[in-house]
């Protein structure tokens, strides 16, 4: 008999150990496995997966209806996924999901965003705080020195916070700035660092830093204890010198992925070029810029259009 508990295993089983996912996905395939199981449970419905049918699947909807659409989408994908494996398996003779047709419409919210100043304004506050430290040996001017590299590589590269944190020190050249960045599904991608302010901080952070980055296992960002920086640390460091900055808005490492998307569509960057340096590896993710590049061009356009200048004497 399979039941559910040991679908569950085995489906995390071949997504870590055949499809090779991350951990992230498997801990969120996880977490929304259980919770399907945990409502099986609950309502005392079948826990044999041969038997769980539209109407289980059509009551655990109504269950997690409350929920955003974007978390509904997912969990709706994860159990898609695990049906699709054990009807691949021959674990089950029938998919409910084969006559099911759900749709869940989900809101676009365009991505918020930094404009230069906003942006120049952490800039200034972070390489300021290191300038004000007189002793240079302390661990204050280093984590200062860190604090500054973890801004110039979200803003150089535009990279998740999870690739940042996982970026090694082997993969960065420093001489050339070159940088290969491992993303979603171990896909690699190479990203070019070329002002010099950025690569000589980089540089003087890597001399720093040379005996923690070792005893780390050689991840290039590390924290006080020689260890790697946790992606949570990298998002405190970003919160912690926006809000030094004054800078009015709620800033993660994610707004300056977006931030550096928009920025450069202002400056008439193509869009694949674009999309090669986010790592997306379908066009249509990286469109959504252009909306966000639309509500900028129609504040250029209401500002410094020359009809405004144009005066109409009515009879």
Known sequence: MNTINTSIKEFIGHCTFEKN???????????????FKKFLIERKYPIEVE????????????????????????????????????EFEDKITSNPF???RIKIKEEKNLPKVMDIAEIEKIFKIAYKDTN????????????????????????STGARVSEIANIRAENLNLSSGVLLIKGK??????????NEESLKILNEYSHLFKDKIISSGGFFLVNRFGAKLSDQSIRTIVKNIAIKAGV????????FRHSLATLLLEEDVDIRFIQKILGHSSIMTTQIYTHVNKE????ILIAKHPRKDVIIYHC
């Open 21 to 35: 996912l991350s951990q992230k996905t498997i801990k969120f395939y996880t977490i929304d496995l259980m919770q």
């Open 98 to 100: 084969r006559k099911m």
């Open 248 to 255: 009015n808005k709620h800033i993660t490492p994610h707004i």
């Open 296 to 299: 900028k061009q129609k504040q």
């Open 132 to 155: 004000l430290i007189k002793d240079k040996d302390t661990y204050l001017y280093f984590e200062s020195v860190r604090n500054i590299v973890v801004i110039e590589l979200l803003f």
């Open 185 to 194: 599904g171990n896909k690699e991608r190479i990203i070019q660092i070329c």
């Open 51 to 86: 038997k769980v049918s539209k109407f289980e699947l059509r009551k655990y909807l109504e269950e997690i209806a409350h929920l955003k659409p974007k978390s509904i989408k997912r969990k709706i994908a994860t159990l898609k996924a695990m049906f699709n494996y054990l």
